[in-house]
């Protein structure tokens, strides 16, 4: 959908993207990964023109965007930033708005895509319509910003360090929700972050850089366990494994068994927790309760990623 | 002090919630003294003609009476009944204007033509607390419906006014002597600061524009404007009589579009400079002042430059910028007099004469309409910028 074909950033001598080739998958999120500083903004930001490359180019299903007009470009890419970006003289309404009233939609319809999408990202449309950017909170605002970037329902989102202002509860409900949201949208989304939890957790892909350079692109598996250079192992740290299991549910690693006599959990729990609990209990295998109702049971060879991986290629 | 601390006492039930706001009770009490001590010093002063010296004349028994009953009534009434403190001080208002229009009557009654009866120090002492008492009266019932009669001394003192029944008066003596010309040196000073304010708009408002992308360019911009800020307004207006009488005698066509070095060609230049600089600065320090995420994000949005400005940009700079203009307008008003002494015409004429000749009527004459157009104009635009601000949702 997305393919960087060696895409350049220099800003005087030195290169703030160098070389960078990569392909987006449609339909998937890829995490745009790294230390502060590695060029993940720069290379968000040539995708959609807000800068322009110094050299390659970008291909946007198979067109170079430089055939585009830049503001034709950008309003069928969703673009969601870290500082949200309201207009604050305007409602939320209004904000939601901008991209279709942009695109000349009649007013109609564009009363019920605000409303549409309010109700996607979890605010009550008759609540939250007619408020200001000033009466919301920073996740209600981001919920917003969110629905703002996919009022025109783009097929791409761009989103730079989206979650970054949030306390960690509000950040935590939101990655949630729009986990949800990708579940059932299947956009093709760049998600930029330095947060090696947040991309394990929403990326189905993950583009690893390092000072302007691509240091590995792959599934979250694919980096944990077959790292491409010493770099890749070091910035996910030693403890990568448990920091992708606790962004999975215990639930999804249960299988049937006899629950009798073991410690028990609620499905709900994550899976590090799970191995925590294990480790407290001296079990390597636990209850899994949904509601009370045994599930079935938890196993700690079920845990080791290697299992499970097999699982999910048999399946 | 003592209203303050027993609010609403006669109106508690609808009104038991009163929130009377701390200071208001010392702001009564600094409305009364003005309005005792005028009530018994001299109220009008009456010469044989408007230069020579004359006599005080004080208010009969009865007057200074009623007098002292109005000066202590809106502190009364805040306390009683606090609702209706604002026509308490609206009755002291009128009072005082009454009162001068029967002093001033039967001071020159049978005195010869040239005769004037003009205000002494006791009216203005007066007016000075009943207007100190409009003002703690509108404080007393701000956000109430009741504020309004703080107002409510405008009709009868117009009417009193157009009746003629202040006709006695000397600044009327003076202003229906003037007549026509009053009126036509009035238009003159609207149109001084009309025309100034215009053209530095025109100038300023895109300038402003250009400016606040380019960090070079606002510093120089801003730099210059506050040095013309800085100039005193009649150094300026000297400093350009030199360089617009050259013009003049350098291109006599110049010189048929009415461009010379005195007149209005030098104040108009003179007032544009002067309220360039709010403008501008104004202008650009709200232009910048609009966050950079709001930009970021309205240009990923696919906005077009021409967008960007209209939709966002000048939305959200609107009110700080007005505030700017607002500024300019009042400060013209009064730069606007100074320009009569180069021979610009407007109110300040009057002051000028009436300066040079020691008569306080004339001077009277021109200050306070002066005064009453910047006061105007400064709550008209104050009322556009609340009204913008709430609109995009800055204001309170
Ligand atoms: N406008 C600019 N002028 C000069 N250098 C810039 C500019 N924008 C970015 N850079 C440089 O380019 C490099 C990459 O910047 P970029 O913003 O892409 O980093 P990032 O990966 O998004 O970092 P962070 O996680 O801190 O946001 C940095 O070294 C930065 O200093
Ligand atoms: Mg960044």
């Not at chain 1, 989304?189 to 350079?213: K, Q």
């Not at chain 2, 001068?100 to 005195?111: K, P």
Request: charged share 20%; with cysteine.
């Amino acid at each position: 959908m997305i393919e960087l074909q060696h895409l350049e950033r220099r800003y005087g001598d030195a290169y703030a993207v160098r070389d960078l080739n990569l392909k987006f998958p449609e339909g998937e999120l890829t995490a745009l990964l790294g230390p502060s500083g590695c060029g993940k903004t720069t290379t968000l930001r040539m995708i959609n023109r807000l800068t322009e490359p110094s050299a390659g180019r970008v291909l946007l299903g198979g067109r170079d965007t430089r055939d585009l007009r830049p503001e034709e470009l950008r309003r069928g890419l969703g673009y969601v930033i870290q500082q949200i970006g309201l207009f604050p003289h305007l409602t939320v309404a209004q904000n939601v708005a901008t991209v279709p009233e942009l695109l000349g939609w009649d007013r109609r319809r564009t009363a019920r895509r605000v409303d549409d999408l309010l109700e996607l990202v979890g605010l009550d449309p008759a609540v939250y319509r007619a408020k200001k950017p000033g009466e919301l909170s920073g996740g209600q605002a981001q919920r917003v910003g969110v629905a703002r970037a996919l009022a025109a329902d783009p097929p791409v989102l761009l989103m730079d360090e989206p979650f970054g202002a949030l306390d960690p509860l509000a950040r935590d409900r939101l990655q949630d929700a729009f986990k949800d949201i990708q579940q059932r949208l299947r956009k093709t989304v760049v998600l930029v972050t330095h947060d090696i939890d947040e991309a394990l957790r929403l990326g189905d892909r993950i583009a690893l850089m390092h000072a302007g350079t691509l240091a590995q692109f792959g599934t979250p598996d694919d980096l944990i366990h077959r790292p491409a250079s010493p770099f890749v192992r070091h910035f996910l740290g030693e403890d990568a494994v448990l920091r992708q299991l606790a962004g999975r549910a215990a639930a999804e690693f249960v299988r049937p068994g006899d629950p009798a006599g073991l410690p028990r959990i609620a499905d709900t729990l994550d899976a590090r927790s799970a191995l925590g609990v294990m480790l407290r209990e001296g079990s390597d295998a636990l209850a899994v309760l949904r509601e009370g109702v045994p599930l079935g049971v938890l196993r700690w060879d079920d845990l080791r990623v290697r299992e499970a991986q097999a699982r999910k290629a048999q399946a | 002090m003592s209203v303050s601390g027993q609010p609403g006492a006669g109106v508690r039930g609808a009104y038991a919630p009163w929130s009377v706001p701390g200071g208001t009770g010392t702001v009564l009490v600094l409305a009364t003294l003005p309005m005792l001590a005028g009530t018994l010093l001299p109220w009008v002063l009456l010469r044989p003609n408007r230069l020579a010296p004359g006599d005080s004349l004080r208010l009969p028994p009865a007057l200074v009476g009623a007098g002292l009953l109005l000066a202590a009534l809106p502190l009364l009434t805040a306390r009683l009944f606090p609702r209706l403190t604002g026509l308490a001080a609206s009755l002291a208002v009128v009072a005082g204007f009454w009162a001068l229009g029967t002093q001033t009557q039967a001071a020159v009654a049978g005195q010869a033509p040239f005769a004037r009866a003009s205000a002494a120090s006791g009216v203005w002492l007066f007016w000075l607390g009943a207007g100190i008492a409009t003002y703690g009266a509108g404080l007393l019932t701000r956000s109430r419906p009741e504020r309004w009669l703080a107002w409510a001394w405008g009709p009868p003192v117009a009417a009193l006014f157009l009746s003629g029944h202040l006709n006695a008066w000397s600044v009327l003596i003076e202003g229906r002597s003037e007549g026509p010309r009053w009126v036509q040196e009035l238009g003159q000073h609207l149109r001084l600061v009309g025309e100034g304010l215009g053209l530095a708009l025109l100038i300023g408002v895109p300038l402003a524009v250009w400016a606040s992308g380019r960090e070079r360019a606002a510093g120089t911009v801003l730099g210059a404007a506050n040095a013309v800020q800085t100039l005193p307004s009649l150094a300026l207006l000297g400093l350009l009589i030199a360089p617009l009488s050259a013009l003049a005698n350098a291109f006599p066509a110049l010189r048929a579009l009415g461009i010379s070095g005195i007149g209005v060609a030098p104040a108009l230049t003179a007032l544009t400079l002067y309220a360039l600089l709010p403008i501008l600065r104004n202008g650009v320090v709200a232009l910048r002042g609009v966050p950079s995420g709001t930009l970021d994000a309205a240009r990923g949005m696919g906005m077009t430059p021409a967008q960007l400005f209209w939709r966002v940009r000048l939305p959200l700079a609107l009110p700080v910028w007005l505030s700017g203009v607002r500024q300019a307008a009042v400060l013209l008003v009064g730069v606007a007099a100074v320009a009569a002494l180069i021979g610009a015409g407007g109110l300040g004429t009057y002051i000028f004469k009436g300066l040079q000749s020691a008569a306080t009527d004339l001077i009277l004459l021109g200050a306070v309409p002066a005064a009453l157009l910047a006061l105007g104009l400064d709550a008209a635009l104050r009322g556009l910028e609340r009204l913008l601000g709430r609109h995009f949702g800055r204001g309170p």
